[in-house]
């Protein structure tokens, strides 16, 4: 095992003030590769991705003006199955993030072995600024523009960030027009009368709280009896928090895009969501306090949830963390040098490549059931994915206690490594290199 990975990226963050995450996950495969001793043929096989799209998207507003709008996906690798990855929408997107996004995808599919490579897709828009004829258009655009490199043996998108079973439902409907036949394994997250799959818009979030339960017993933490922060209060965030308070947790912070709560006694996860629908945020929730981002962080707690979008946990919040687990819901909410100080001061950090695969996971029994018109009961799909998620936390820690047998690897270094095994020997014996 070398070492220097630390140094390298430190020195790669004092290079740059913007986070690259682009940058990031390939620092992240890199250590990987170093740390197995593997070919540098490995990294250069995964550094890159195997296709990247950029596409115009022009609409036609409801005012009559044409608006074009920019959409991207991005194909990383497809060693193990279909590239699998959601489509965002959001102004801030770019191709660096959705390529970074698509690495990520590759190795939480293959920590959660689910047959799948790493896919993920984007439109640089506001959602909130589009009427619903326009968001179906645009949606319909992005298909069209997409539908030659995608299909269910191919490239399966699914809901992300703004996106919901609504606009998978527009996407498979114009791509089963363009293939002239109902091909709804395309997309997964769509409405179930389309063959969507059951507990679909809460696996990501009861994943998540499947590895923070099996994190919090490696630290004796009774979850019963938790105080819990949650960074981002949408689809992830607003589960997380319902089920680990129906657990009895307790939900001591929440923030949003607008502004935060916090009450060291407890907020109502469902009471405060019905005010977020009123309000527009959390922000002045009745009997809370009201607080930030970087207050949440410093929340004396015993578990946080980062689960809004990349890089919010850095180098300035990191050391104000007096958590003693952190369950990456959102995708990238670490940035490396943050990673190195939460490890010296001893916070289990679950990564997001294992902690929030819920989504990708339940996206596999969906695709299953779609390719074989067979469909579970929710209760099955509930204890299929808490089977898959405590096998994938099993494999990832036993890997960093007894394999590696060191305290200086971190969860998320072992679970790179793990998906990296599993990738590298995949790929040599699909005679890619060797």
């Known amino acids: 095992m070398t070492g220097g990975g630390s140094a390298v990226v430190l020195e790669e963050k004092k290079a740059t003030k913007k986070i690259n995450t682009f940058e990031v996950a390939q620092l992240r495969v890199k250590r990987a590769v170093e740390q197995l001793c593997l070919p540098m043929d490995v990294y250069e096989l995964l550094k890159s991705c195997d296709r990247v799209i950029e596409s115009a998207l022009p609409v036609e507003m409801d005012d009559g003006r044409i608006r074009?709008?920019?959409?991207y996906r991005s194909q990383h690798n497809n060693a193990l199955g279909p590239y699998k990855g959601g489509i965002r929408y959001h102004p801030s997107a770019d191709i660096d993030e959705v390529k970074a996004m698509?690495?990520?995808?590759?190795?939480?599919?293959?920590v959660a072995g689910v047959p799948f490579g790493g896919g993920k897709g984007a439109v640089i828009c506001n959602p909130r600024e589009l009427s619903e004829k326009e968001l179906e258009k645009l949606s319909r655009q992005y298909m069209q523009a997409m539908a030659p490199v995608l299909g269910p043996g191919k490239d399966i998108p699914a809901p992300d960030v703004n996106t919901n079973a609504q606009v998978m439902a527009w996407m498979a409907d114009e791509?089963?027009?363009?293939?002239?036949?109902?091909?709804?394994?395309?997309?997964?997250?769509?409405?179930?009368?389309?063959?969507g799959c059951v507990g679909r818009e809460t696996a990501t979030a009861r994943g998540t709280v499947y590895a923070v339960r099996e994190a919090a017993k490696t630290k004796n933490i009774p979850l019963d009896?938790?105080?819990?922060?949650v960074q981002g209060f949408?689809?992830?965030?607003?589960?997380a928090a319902r089920m680990l308070a129906d657990g009895g947790s307790r939900i001591v912070a929440v923030t949003d895009s607008s502004g935060g709560a916090y009450n060291p006694r407890g907020l109502d996860p469902r009471?405060?969501?019905?005010?977020?629908?009123?309000?527009?945020?959390v922000k002045g929730f009745p009997g809370s306090e009201q607080i930030g981002n970087s207050e949440l962080f410093a929340t004396d707690c015993d578990i946080i949830i980062p689960a809004a979008l990349e890089n919010q946990i850095t180098a300035e919040t990191a050391p104000k963390i007096k958590a003693k687990i952190i369950g990456e819901g959102a995708n990238g909410p670490t940035t490396p040098d943050a990673d190195e100080i939460l490890k010296d001061n001893n916070v289990l950090v679950v990564p997001d490549i294992l902690a929030n695969s819920g989504g990708v996971v339940v996206s596999y029994f969906e695709w299953v059931q779609n390719n074989y018109s067979y469909y579970w009961k929710e209760t099955e799909i509930e204890e299929r994915l808490e089977l898959k998620m405590v096998e994938a936390f099993e494999h990832i820690y036993n890997f960093k206690s007894d394999c590696?047998?060191?305290d200086d690897v971190?969860?998320?270094e072992a679970a790179f490594m793990y998906a990296l095994k599993r990738l590298a020997e995949v790929m040599k014996v699909r005679g890619w290199w060797g």
Request: some cysteine; aromatic content about 12%; charged content about 15%.
């Open 68 to 71: 074009v709008f920019t959409g």
């Open 102 to 110: 698509s690495i990520w995808m590759t190795f939480k599919c293959a």
């Open 175 to 195: 791509y089963c027009k363009i293939v002239q036949c109902n091909s709804f394994g395309v997309i997964t997250g769509k409405p179930l009368d389309m063959g």
């Open 225 to 229: 009896n938790a105080a819990v922060a």
């Open 234 to 239: 949408g689809n992830v965030g607003f589960h």
């Open 271 to 281: 009471a405060l969501f019905e005010y977020k629908k009123e309000t527009g945020s």
């Open 404 to 406: 590696l047998n060191t």
């Open 410 to 412: 971190t969860m998320r």
